[in-house]
C-alpha cells in the first residue's frame, strides 16, 4: 500500500513538473528572443526539452504500476527503466542541437543583451532547486530510476543556468570585451545536457543488463535469511531489478535431515522475512540445498 502512495506521489510530482518546466521553458525563451541573450534562449529550450522529458517519466510510471499478468510475470516495471534510457537519448540529442546551434553563432554579435533578461535565470534556478529536492526525495520512496534521472536532470538543469547567468553577466558588464560570452555561455549549457544525457543514458543500460545492488544491500539479504529459524548458512544471492524493486534469488541451506514440507516452510519464512524488512525487494524465489556442514 505504502508503495503504491509512493506511486501516486510520483506521478503527481512529475505532472507539476511539467507544468513548471513548460512555464519556465516559455518565460526564457521568449526573454532571449526580445532580449537578444543566446544563453537564455539556449536555458528556454533545454527548458522546452525537459517538459517532453518529465512527460516520458509519468508516462512511463503510469505503465509501470500496472500488475503482473500471465505475459510479464515480473511486472511492468522495466517500462521505467525504458523510459530512462529513452530520457536520456532524448537530451543528447537537445543538447547537441543547443551547442550545435551556439557553435554555429560564434563571433556574430548582432545586438548586446538586455539586462532585464537576467530575471527568468533568476527565477529558473530557484525553481529548478526546488524541483530536484522534491523529486529526488520522491524517487527514494518510490524506487523510481526515471524520477531519479529526472531529479538529476533538474540539478544539471540549474547549473546550466548558473552558466548562462555568468555568462550572461560578463557580456551585460562588458560588452566591448566578452560580447560573445553570451554565445560560449549558450554552447556550454548544451555540453552539461549531452554530459547528463550519457550518465543518464548509461546507469538505464546498467539496470537493463541486470546489475547487481551494491554489496551492502546484498548483504542485508544475506543478513535477514540467515537470522530466520531452520536456515543453516545462505549459499548464492543474486538480484535484478525489474522495474522499481528488485527480484532476489537466493540458495538456502537446510538441515538435509529435515522433511521436504519443513524445508519448504522455512523457505517461505525467509521469503516473507525478506519482502516485510527490505522495502526495495519486489519478490524472492529460493532454492533449497542441503547443508554441508
Known sequence: MGHAHNLAGARRIAIIGMIVTAALAVMKIVAGWKGHSAAVLADGMESAADVFSTGLVFTGLV????????NHPYGHGRVEILTGLVLGLTLFGAGTLIA??????????????????IYPLLVSIAAKFVLMIVKYR???????????????????????GLVALVALSFALLKPESFGAADHYGAFAVGLIVMFTAV??????SMHLMDTMPDDLAMMDVRIVAAAVPGVKGVEKCFARKTGLQYHVD???EVDPEITVRESHEIANDVRYAIRRKLDWVADVLVHVEPWPG
Do not use: C, N, Q, Y
Open 63 to 70: 505503465l509501470a504500476a500496472r500488475p503482473a499478468d500471465s
Open 100 to 117: 550545435w546551434t551556439a557553435l554555429s553563432k560564434f563571433g556574430v554579435v548582432e545586438h548586446a543583451p538586455e539586462p532585464w533578461t
Open 138 to 160: 520522491h524517487s527514494k520512496g518510490s524506487g523510481s530510476f526515471s524520477m531519479k534521472a529526472d531529479a538529476a536532470h533538474d540539478g544539471i538543469d540549474m547549473v546550466s
Open 199 to 204: 550518465r543518464v543514458v548509461h546507469e538505464a
Open 250 to 252: 537466493l540458495h538456502l
